[in-house]
Structures are given as C-alpha cells and as structure tokens.
C-alpha cells in the first residue's frame, strides 16, 4: 500500500548542470502532476499526465524543463542548465483518473537546490 | 482553473481553542477540497465538499461552502500541536488542474 514516492528527497546542484528528478505514483493511478513549490508559497502547477501523454504542460517556465512518463507509470522531470531561481520544492501527486475529480496523493518532495 | 485564496494567512492560536480558515474563489465550481502541508513537504487530502453540499464534517474538521458567496471555510475543533501547518483551499471548476493560493499558516501553541 505505499504512497507516492520521490526521488531524491534532496538535491544539490551546480548552476547549470541537469538534474532528474523522480516520481513513482500509486499503482494503478492514471493521472499524475507536478508542482513547484517555493518557500511561503502554494504549489505552482508544472504539468498534467493522463496515462503516458503530457495532456497539459502550460506550467513549465521554459524549455529547460521537461517530463516524461513513457510507461503511464513512474515519470521524470527533466532540467537542464539549471539556474538559482529553480531551487525549490518539486512536488509529484497521482489520482486513479477515473473521470470524476478526484483528491490528490501527494508525494514528499525533491527539494531542490542550485548553487 | 481558478486559484483559491486563502484567509488569513496566518494564525496562532492556543491548543484546545477552534480554528477557522477561509477560502474564496472566483467562479462556479463542481467541488472544493482543502489540503494540509507540514514542513513545506507532500500535501494531504483533507476533505471534498460537493457545490450542492452546505456543510461536511470529518472528525475534528468541519467545512461550510457558501456558493452565492463563493467561499468556504475549514474550522478545526479542539485543536493540537499535531494540526501546526499550512492548509490550501482547491476550488475545481471542472478542469484537473488545481491553482492553489498561498495557504493560511496555522500554529498551534502547547
């Protein structure tokens, strides 16, 4: 019965290095979303798988920034050339997607940082 | 999507007194659900209150939603140390994409 995991939980970067960072949802979960989460702020939506396509990617700042979930299953957000205003916490969340809204499971985070 | 605004945001408040939050938003919705953050980490669901829903209880949680006045409120009774967080507001117009306000930053002192 494990929830929504991430990996790492941190990460420390270079400017401009890539980093990946990992999301496995729950078993079964169609949907799955990433956030952005800043220090005093709400998450900040980056993008919307539904199954293995990306059905909603306005959230991403820029093209450094990219994800993938080639399997509907675990998926990656990818970045590249990473810069200081990237350190953050990146949250991942999954829901079964059945059609009818559903909550939100969460996982802990990356916390991010770049040097 | 539409973001729920959180108010206020933040409260302090003495172990054992009620804490009441509110959330509004801007336009019709189908459901709103609040969400609790510790330490800045994953979200958790609290509870979803349907547009045809006035009131909903979940052991010390009680949510109103006042959809003429497009707001709802969290209050939590009997409150602990354990409920010091941040809690979100997330109106769903229909779309799955939540835009989630900046919270109400809850403490609760000992």
């Known amino acids: 019965g494990a929830g929504v995991s991430q990996t790492p939980s941190n990460k420390v970067t270079e400017k401009g290095k890539y980093v990946e960072l990992r999301c496995d949802p729950i078993s079964g979960h169609t949907a799955l979303y990433w956030y952005r989460q800043s220090l005093g702020q709400g998450p900040e939506f980056l993008i919307y798988?539904?199954?293995?396509?990306?059905?909603?990617d306005s959230g991403l700042p820029n093209d450094r920034f990219f994800a993938v979930r080639p399997e509907g299953s675990v998926s990656t957000l990818k970045i590249q050339r990473t810069e200081r205003g990237d350190s953050a916490v990146y949250l991942c969340a999954s829901s079964p997607g059945t059609g009818i809204k559903d909550e939100q499971f969460f996982g802990p985070g990356t916390r991010l940082t770049v040097l | 999507s539409q973001q729920g605004e959180e108010d206020p945001q933040a409260l302090s408040i003495q172990e054992g007194e009620n804490a009441t939050m509110n959330c509004s938003y801007k336009t019709s919705i189908n459901n709103l659900q609040w969400y609790r953050q510790n330490s800045g980490r994953g979200l958790v669901h609290l509870i979803l209150i349907r547009s045809n829903e006035r009131e909903k209880h979940s052991g010390r949680l009680r949510v109103t939603l006042d959809t003429s006045k497009k707001s709802s409120s969290l209050l939590i009774t009997a409150s602990r140390a354990a409920d010091t967080a941040s809690y979100f507001c997330?109106?769903?117009?229909?779309?799955?994409?939540?835009?989630f306000g900046t919270g109400t930053r809850l403490k609760v002192l000992a």
């Open positions: 997330a109106p769903d117009s229909g779309t799955y994409k939540y835009i």
């Open positions: 798988f539904q199954g293995t396509g990306a059905a909603d």
